[in-house]
């Protein structure tokens, strides 16, 4: 462990100057280090340090890209942090100890760390590999993982899902997320419901006025009310108005999806009216 300790000083020290490419050179240095002895050791009472490295690497790449592209150059430290902590996840995932000492417990949180860096670098084919682990028969009882790593999986998972238009389940992940997100995170939930509440646009649900309220998303009310009414033109106009934030959240596909349920509710409206689905 002096090489570990050694290369994380020098780590912190580089952050301290805000040199965080330095900083990222010595710290990809210690967790490679940490592997080794990680490996060797066999122990699993190592695992909450291999969080602590990992996390840190990619809140340091996250910083050096930005230096890198200031100065004009490729930011690809992001990208080699996710090969680095891709071998943090063989050495969790492979591990053959009896369950209750496997160090296939260390491997939801490295998962959710790898999930955070590919949504990032906009790389989601690479999340597949790691759902189908957790599916695994091999992976310990998703239940018994900490709280925060059930709510940051099924909360990826969740947006994974709506990207790919299984709506269903992005539904049941992000409630999931929401419903086990403690009542204090504000923050975490309000992220949830972002992706919650078009998601259950689509599906025909409506969020609560006061939720949203609550949550600061406001913006949201019109948006339901439209779909709700089958209001085409104030769906349309908040669409257009809202449109560089949606693209920006990465919901705009999503809301566009659900001018179907505003053409069913037109459509609703109008038989109510003529009482007869057929239009001369």
Known sequence: FDELVAFRLCAAGAAAREDFVEAYGQQEAAL???HRAFQESGADWLVPALHAVDHALRLIALRADTQLRARSEKGDKLQEAAR???????ITITDRAPLESSKKWG????INELFKIYFK???????????RAVDGTGFPPFDEFPTAQKVTY????????????????AEEQLLYAFAHCPKHSVKNKRL?????????????HFANPRLLDKYGLAHFKPLCRAVAQGDVRAFNEHKETHQSMYIEQGIYLI??????????NLFR???????????S
């Open 32 to 34: 490679g280090a940490f």
């Open 84 to 90: 680095a902590l891709n071998k943090s996840f063989m």
């Open 107 to 110: 491997s939801l949180a490295v």
């Open 121 to 131: 670098l906009n790389n989601l084919r690479l999340c597949t590999n790691l759902i």
């Open 154 to 169: 099924k909360f990826y998972v969740g947006r994974l899902s709506m990207l790919n238009t299984n709506f269903r389940l």
């Open 192 to 204: 949830c419901l972002m992706y919650l509440v078009p998601t259950r646009l689509v599906l025909g």
């Open 255 to 264: 809301v566009e999806r659900a001018k179907t349920v505003v053409y069913r």
């Open 269 to 279: 409206k109008m038989h109510a009216i003529v009482g007869s689905s057929k239009l």
